[in-house]
């Protein structure tokens, strides 16, 4: 009687291993929150983050379905004209139009390094 009640309480305290495995499957761990949603809360960033990706959508679809800026005008001009209707991309725009056109800086780069590595400097003498 009293190896019954042990092997009772051993079976209630171990699960079986098939029941051990389902466990863990079926239970993923939480997610862990940053700081900031400890802070704010879900519910606040949640409904920020989505606002903001919709906006953002928004704008992207809206200057898709536009008419297509013509070849011989300045992209940059039209930016500036329509930076308005597209807040979020025209500063975009504006950073990654005005690259320079020009390959000066890495032909002064190339023009250096010739003046190193020359036919004259290279005789042993």
């Known amino acids: 009687m009293l190896e019954a009640a042990q092997g009772a309480e051993q079976s209630q305290e171990e699960p079986v291993e098939g029941e051990m495995q389902m466990q863990d499957v079926s239970q993923p761990p939480p997610p862990k929150k940053t700081a900031l ?3 704010l809360g879900s519910s ?3 409904v920020e983050t989505v606002q903001s990706s919709r906006g953002i959508e928004m704008e992207i679809l809206s200057y898709r379905s536009g008419i297509p800026i013509p070849l011989n005008r300045s992209p940059l001009e039209w930016w500036k004209v329509h930076a308005y209707a597209y807040p979020i991309l025209a500063p975009l725009a504006k950073a990654y139009l005005c690259i320079p056109a ?3 800086p ?3 780069v190339f023009s250096t390094a010739g003046d190193i590595v020359s036919a004259q400097r290279s005789l042993i003498t």
Do not use: A, F, K
Request: no cysteine.
């Open 106 to 108: 890495s032909e002064r």
């Open 37 to 39: 949603e400890d802070l």
């Open 44 to 46: 606040y960033t949640t």
């Open 102 to 104: 020009t390959s000066v």
